[in-house]
């Protein structure tokens, strides 16, 4: 039994699916499986992986494939539901790890093995530019809904019971919002959460998220209905709308971002400092 099962869900991940394979396979830490699973994609990201491994054929990937486009949730789902590994690594196809990750990982989980959830920062990336993304350690609904969500799948590993007990929702009126309704539903469970201060992951902003801000915007006020009580759904869509501000800022739309920013009612001066800084158009 392999220590960690690496799930990537791959859907139309050309231009990034090698780098993403390339810094798995550099892992310094080797106890692992990796399953791909290619949710139906329409370009050739299915033939890159298998040449890729045709290069590399000391590892063997169990390669698994949709015949129909399912969602992202479904795609994660069927590779846990075929992982053999302790911990589910989850990676998304556009984005990659250092290769320290996996080890570090290992040292928290062989030390502490009563976490179900282990995470850590990310190093966004866009246009050329990188900066750390601040996380803070949170162990209940309160923590989310005050201080945001520092959950990003790629840098989230989760105990193979915990994955399979609760699976990511396969609705389509969630796409693009199933790890949030994850995590709530995992932490609503009490589940033991345990954070690594380091960055490991490098997470790139991608234009579709952008340019579908408010369909997922709207996305995430479901989800949030689903579970919250009614006081709490404005706190938590006003966190999410600060959220959308600051990418609509690094991505440069800054007219957008000045929408968000008001719509998120925050007054610290943190936000005042964004805001005077974003209508200069500086993207930060």
Request: positive net charge; hydrophobic residues 40%.
């Amino acid at each position: 039994m392999p220590f960690f099962s690496v799930v990537i869900p791959v859907y139309n991940a050309s231009p990034y699916i090698e780098e993403c394979l390339h810094s798995v396979i550099g892992q310094s830490y080797k106890d692992f499986e990796i399953i791909i699973v290619d949710d139906a994609s329409t370009d050739d990201s299915l033939h890159k992986v298998r040449q890729f491994f045709e290069a590399f054929p000391s590892f063997e990937p169990k390669i698994l494939t949709h015949p129909t486009n399912r969602g992202l949730g479904a795609a994660r789902n069927t590779g846990v539901f075929r992982a053999n590994g302790q911990y589910i690594a989850f990676l998304d196809a556009d984005d990659y790890w250092a290769i320290t990750r996996l080890e570090k990982a290992a040292s928290y989980l062989e030390i502490f093995p009563i976490w179900d959830l282990l995470y850590h920062p990310v190093i966004e990336f866009y246009n050329g530019k990188r900066r750390k993304r601040h996380a803070r350690f949170t162990t209940s609904l309160d923590d989310l809904i005050l201080h945001g969500n520092p959950l990003v799948p790629s840098a989230v590993v989760l105990s193979r019971r915990i994955a399979l007990e609760h699976p990511f929702v396969t609705d389509p009126a969630f796409l693009g919002v199933e790890d949030l309704d994850l995590w709530l539903r995992l932490l609503q469970a009490q589940i033991r959460t345990a954070m690594i201060p380091e960055p490991l992951t490098f997470y790139r902003i991608t234009t579709g998220l952008t340019s579908q801000i408010s369909i997922h915007l709207n996305r995430c006020h479901k989800v949030f209905s689903r579970y919250l009580k009614e006081e709490y759904i404005t706190p938590a869509m006003q966190r999410k709308y600060y959220e959308a501000a600051r990418l609509m800022q690094k991505t440069g739309r800054h007219l957008r971002a000045e929408i968000f920013y008001r719509w998120s009612n925050q007054t610290n001066i943190k936000t005042k400092l964004l805001r005077l800084l974003n209508r200069f158009k500086i993207a930060i």
